[in-house]
Nanobody
Framework: QVQLVELGGGLVQPGGSLRLSCIAS????????LGWYRQAPGKQRELVAT???????NYADSVKGRFTISSDNAGHTVHLQMNSLKPEDTAVYYC????????????????WGQGTQVTVSV
């Protein structure tokens, strides 16, 4: 009912920058929260940043001051600007949406993108 397509990711050197984008589409009635999570090898998936109502943001302590989350396209697109990247930022990054969607009936659910790899290495 909601599809999340992620763009961006790749290989970058320590100290570099990357920008991730995620576009939500489908039978969307309302999006309450958009965000990014990440999962490194052998670790659990963890919160990176979320945004609600277009401007209420929340960040993991490990990325505060380095990453910036924003949204546009009537709240259907979310971006993650990542600066001063560190090797420990290496992970698969997943787009997340808390959204209500449906054609006949509207249900609220969590939705996930397919993930995009970010590798920070020399």
């Amino acid at each position: 009912q909601v599809q999340l397509v992620e763009l961006g990711g790749g290989l970058v050197q320590p100290g570099g920058s990357l920008r991730l984008s995620c576009i939500a589409s489908g039978s969307i009635f309302s999006i309450y929260t958009l965000g990014w999570y990440r999962q490194a090898p052998g670790k659990q998936r963890e919160l990176v940043a979320t945004i609600r109502s277009g401007d209420r943001t929340n960040y993991a302590d490990s990325v505060k001051g380095r990453f910036t989350i924003s949204s546009d396209n009537a709240g259907h697109t979310v971006h993650l600007q990542m600066n001063s990247l560190k090797p420990e930022d290496t992970a698969v990054y997943y787009c997340y949406a808390d959204a209500a969607a449906g054609v006949v009936t509207v249900d609220r659910n969590d939705y996930w993108g397919q993930g995009t790899q970010v590798t920070v290495s020399v």
